[in-house]
Every structure is written in structure tokens, then in C-alpha cells.
């Protein structure tokens, strides 16, 4: 394996940058070893769900899906901001308004991780009582030992998130061993790896809630001087780089899942705590330097991604017999599949069969799925019956019409299996492959990883700057504007002018999202607005979740009723 990635690496370094410096080749190897979109592959099916899915939606449905996915997030976060906050100076028993905040938002997060437990612990499933329950049974204990801690403590409770994560998830354990069941408890319970991977994953994303507010409160303290504010506004990058290595290897066995879990945690900070230092930047020459950073890395994914299709395209069309006129890395790719002369007498690893992820799937993908599982060297001849409707744990599901088959099947999310094709299409003799058919699938999947870090994080990254412009202009209007640190300033006769920039910096995104498409587009035949559709589809609950959860979590650091005073002063203790 570390043999394969490292002539990966190579390669991408040397393609790209076969013209520099042995320093500069060397430097950008060990940039792309860093990127998790380089660290990753496609399964089989999720290649075979993503090329029907681009070949069945239409573009009207891409366009209502990427536009409306936002949408829950800003309804929630609108009605949260609604709920009229109290002077925190009045005491815990006056703010009411703040409880009921609370109340929701623990809420929320308790959905949210019971949604990544569904698709990370085998056997884990909530019908919606369970879940009305659970969300119940959170608001209403978690808030109680808050309010409880406020009245012998001191209100508000210096950093009320952190404070009471202990007390958190113990209700949280607790309320999900009464509303699951002994019995489900106590198979998540042996599950020791699975349960692991879960922690690990919750820390990972736990961490986050230190990490940038910490980051926030450095780039205020430097902001008085412009060298230093730079200097720390240029380390966002390299945080961010830092937890999406750290989360990507908490599900590092999960690949199909990666991306979207990633991107939609770690991006999502990003994003926000990006823009919020834009707009609190007090030099032009910050702002200016930011954009171009982000500029470069856009111009350099970009050039890799380039040089990565055509030569991924050209090795398909070769082994293919495809002609060269036909520039699609999907239908070429599948082409690959479908050879049954020359697949059985290539050695296939590091290649996944099933997904970790549900999909849906047509009748003919299902059959081609069930001849590739029926290989011996994929399974051991599971049977997958026709109009199945028995329930199979949500990480091992093949599609909606796989759920019976028996649990041999949950292995291929977390080990390599080798590939055998279905039919055979334009058969060119093996003995004028110049490669192994392994190694061009291998890297036609690996570049179906990359496309979709890309996408969805450039899809992120344009959508977030104007969400947060337009909420600091909807704010400046609320009363509750005044109890937002990051608004201190702010008003509704300067706030057109500190959201300039940042409405600068999404355009500067929406230009990046659009030379990604296009080059996608005329490089390897991608329709990347449906590849964050489908990505955004066939992993909605996970996506909303996070979006309404980190949206919530992020804003509450913000909030001073939650105690979030970086001087350690906390100087409404000692009153």
C-alpha cells in the first residue's frame, strides 16, 4: 500500500511540476501527501450510484438541491435569534430566554450524533418517537443540570460548552441506553472497533469547538498590528489542513464517507471563522493577502487536476478501446468494469467493492453489482434476492433492493476486494495493455475521491461567505445583535461597509466553483453540480445535521450568555 501511494505521490508532484526546482518538486509532493482529496477512492458502487444519478437528474432538480440545502440552517438559526435574550447581568433566573436556547441546541446536537451513530454502529436505528424522545429526554435533563450549575456556580457559566461536556454526555449515554434498548446497548457495547471509530470521530469533531474559538481570540489580540494579524490570519490554513488530516483518520476505513464528513466539519469552520476574521480585519493588505492565498490554491488544485484527468482519460481510453472523442471518466470507467477477458487475469487490491453509504440503484446496477459480488474472490456467492426489503445494517447496504444480504457483505466497507466485471464491451487483446487494468481503475477512483473533496468544498466555501454577510445584516436588526461578540461594532450604519469584503471573498469562491466546473466539464466529461448533488442526496441526513449542528455551536461560543471569556477574567463571578 505505502509502495502505491508513494508512486502516486510521485507522480502527481512530478506531472505538475516537472519544470521546477527540486526544492519546489519536493515541496509540492509533500503538499498534495497533506490533502485528504489525495488520500482517498471511490467504491465500485458509489462510481456506479454517481454515474446513474448524473445521467437521471435533471438539471433543475442539481440546481433545487444545492440551492435549498442552506435553507433549514437559516430557518433555524433565524428563529433561534428571534428568542429575545436577557441582560446576563440579571441572573440565571431572569434568563429565560437563554435556557430555552440551550434547550434546543442540545437538542440538535443530540440528533446529530445519534444520526452519525446510524451510519457508523452496526445495528444502530431510531424510529421518530425514539428520536422526538432522545431530543426531549437531552433538552430537558442537560438544560436542568445547566440551570443547576448556574445557581451554585455563577451565571453565565465560564464556557458553558466545555464546562458541561461532561454532563452532556452523560445524559446523552443515558437517554440513549433508555430509548434504544438493553439489548441494542449492549451489541453497540461489543462492537468494540466500531465504537472506537465513533469516539475517535466525536473527539475529532469535539476539538473543533477549541481549536477555532481559540483562533478567534488570537486574531483579535493581534489585530492592532497588521504584521501579526496577517501572520495569524495565515495559519488558518494551516489548522485547517491539521483537523481535516485528524478527522479523515478517525473513518479513515470508511472512504466513501470521508468527503462529506470532512468538508462539512472542518470546511464549515473554516468558512465561518474566515469570514468573520475578513470582516473584522482592520488592513486592506490582510484581506488582500487572504484572497490570494486562497487564489494560489485554487490555481495549483486546479493545474493538478487538470494534468491528473487527461492522463487518467488518456490511460482509460487506452485500455478501453474507447475513442478519444468520447471524454468521459465515468462511461470509460465503466467500460473498465465490464471487462470480463481481461479482469480475470489482473491481481486487484486496494479496491473497494460495496459502499459504506446506501444508494439507490436501477435494476441493471444491481445486477451488474450482484456479478462483480458473485466473483470468488469478492464473496463467497451471497445471494442477493430480487424486491428484498429485509433490513441490512445502513454502512453495508448495497442499495434499498440488497437489504437481506447476510453480514458477510459489512467486510467490504473496511477491507479491499477484487474486481470482476459483468459483460464484456470492445475487447482489445490483453497482450496490448501496457498496464494493469488495476492500477487505471485505481486511479480513475482515486480521481473520483479528489473530484469530490473539490466540489463539495468549493460548494461550501461559496455558499458560507454570503450566508454569513447576510446574517450579520439581518442581526444588526435583531436586539439580540448586542450579546454577539463577534457584532461588537457592528451597526446598522457601518455594517454594509464590514461586509464588503466578505461578499468580495464569495464571489472570488463562486468564480472558483465556476472554473472548477468548467474544467471538469471539458477535461473528463464531469458534471460536478451533480456530484455535489448526489453527495448532498445520498448523505442528507448527515449533511443537515452537521449543518444545523455546527451553524448552532459555533454561534453560541459567540453568545456571552455561554461564558465564553478568553481573558480567564470571568469577572461576573467575583460580583
Known amino acids: 500500500m505505502d509502495r502505491v501511494r508513494t508512486r502516486y505521490y510521485s507522480f502527481v508532484a512530478t506531472e505538475t511540476g516537472k519544470h521546477l526546482r ?78 430555552i436556547r440551550t434547550a434546543l441546541q442540545a437538542g440538535v446536537v443530540a440528533l446529530a450524533a445519534a444520526d452519525q451513530a446510524r451510519h457508523l454502529l452496526h445495528g444502530v436505528r431510531f424510529s421518530v418517537f425514539q428520536l422526538l424522545a432522545l431530543f426531549v429526554s437531552i433538552a430537558v435533563n442537560y438544560t436542568g443540570a445547566a440551570i443547576a450549575v448556574a445557581a451554585s456556580l455563577g451565571f453565565p457559566i465560564p464556557f458553558m460548552a466545555i464546562t458541561m461536556s461532561t454532563a452532556f454526555f452523560t445524559v446523552l449515554i443515558a437517554s440513549f441506553r433508555i430509548v434504544a434498548g438493553k439489548r441494542v446497548f ?25 481549536v477555532y474559538p481559540f483562533y478567534q481570540v488570537l486574531f483579535q489580540a493581534a489585530s492592532d498590528n497588521v504584521e501579526y494579524e496577517l501572520a495569524v490570519l495565515l495559519l488558518l490554513p494551516l ?84 475513442p478519444s472523442t468520447h471524454k468521459s471518466v465515468l462511461d ?20 473497494r467493492l460495496a459502499s459504506c453509504l446506501p444508494h439507490e440503484l436501477s ?22 434476492p430480487s424486491g428484498a426489503s429485509t433490513d441490512v445494517p445502513p454502512r453495508v447496504r448495497i442499495s434499498r433492493a440488497l437489504r437481506s444480504l447476510p453480514s458477510k457483505i459489512k467486510s467490504t466497507c473496511s477491507s479491499t476486494s477484487s474486481i470482476h466485471p459483468a459483460v464484456s464491451v470492445m475487447p482489445v487483446p490483453p497482450s496490448s495493455l501496457s498496464e494493469p487494468l488495476s492500477e487505471v481503475l485505481s486511479e480513475t477512483l482515486r480521481l473520483l475521491f479528489t473530484t469530490e473533496c473539490l466540489v463539495l468544498s468549493e460548494y461550501l466555501e461559496s455558499v458560507m461567505p454570503f450566508l454569513y454577510g447576510g446574517f450579520m445584516l439581518a442581526m444588526v436588526q435583531l436586539p439580540n445583535a448586542q450579546f454577539h461578540s463577534e457584532l461588537e ?74 461564558g465564553a471569556d478568553f481573558t480567564f477574567n470571568f469577572k461576573w463571578l467575583h460580583q
Not at 457495547?189 to 477549541?210: E, K, S, V, W
Not at 469570514?275 to 494560489?296: F, L, P
Not at 470509460?332 to 486496494?350: E, M
Open 239 to 322: 489548522i485547517k489542513s491539521a483537523m481535516k488530516n485528524l478527522v479523515s483518520l478517525t473513518i479513515a476505513r470508511m472512504e466513501d464517507l470521508v468527503p462529506e464528513a470532512v468538508i462539512f466539519t472542518v470546511d464549515f469552520f473554516n468558512a465561518v471563522y474566515l469570514a468573520t476574521s475578513m470582516q473584522s480585519a482592520t488592513s486592506s493588505i490582510t484581506i488582500a493577502t487572504i484572497m490570494a492565498v486562497d487564489v494560489i490554491q485554487t490555481a495549483i488544485a486546479l493545474q493538478d487536476l487538470y494534468r491528473r484527468t487527461d492522463n487518467v482519460l488518456e490511460r482509460l481510453q487506452e485500455v478501453t478501446g474507447i
Open 363 to 384: 435494476a441493471s446496477s444491481r445486477a451488474l453489482l450482484y456479478q462483480l459480488q458473485q466473483h470468488p474472490g469478492n464473496s463467497h456467492g451471497l445471494p442477493i
Open 489 to 562: 461594532g457592528v451597526d446598522v450604519h457601518n455594517v454594509q461597509r464590514r461586509v464588503q469584503s466578505i461578499f468580495v471573498y464569495a464571489a472570488l469562491e463562486l468564480l472558483s466553483m465556476a472554473a472548477l466546473v468548467l474544467l471538469l466539464h471539458q477535461r473528463g466529461g464531469f458534471r460536478a453540480l451533480h456530484q455535489v448533488a448526489f453527495a448532498l442526496e445520498t448523505q442528507r441526513s448527515l449533511v443537515q445535521g452537521k449543518l444545523l449542528l455546527w451553524m448552532l455551536m459555533a454561534m453560541g461560543f459567540r453568545v456571552v450568555h455561554f
Open 186 to 210: 449492549r451489541e453497540i457495547l461489543a462492537q468494540r472497533n466500531q465504537l472506537y471509530t465513533f469516539i475517535g470521530f466525536l473527539a475529532a469533531q469535539m476539538l473543533l469547538l477549541l
Open 22 to 99: 527540486p526544492w519546489a518538486v519536493k515541496l509540492k509532493r509533500t503538499w498534495f501527501a497533506m490533502q485528504i482529496s489525495h488520500r482517498g477512492k471511490y467504491s465500485i458502487e458509489r462510481m456506479i450510484a454517481l454515474n446513474e444519478y448524473t445521467r437521471t437528474a435533471s438539471i433543475l432538480r442539481v440546481l433545487f438541491v444545492c440551492v435549498t440545502t442552506p435553507m433549514p440552517m437559516i430557518v433555524l438559526v433565524l428563529l433561534v435569534e428571534m428568542i429575545p435574550l436577557q441582560d446576563p447581568s440579571d441572573g440565571w433566573q431572569a434568563n429565560y430566554g437563554i435556557w
Open 332 to 351: 470509460n470507467a465503466l467500460a473498465l468494469c465490464q471487462r470480463t477477458d481481461t479482469f480475470t487475469q489482473q491481481k486487484r487490491t486496494y479496491i
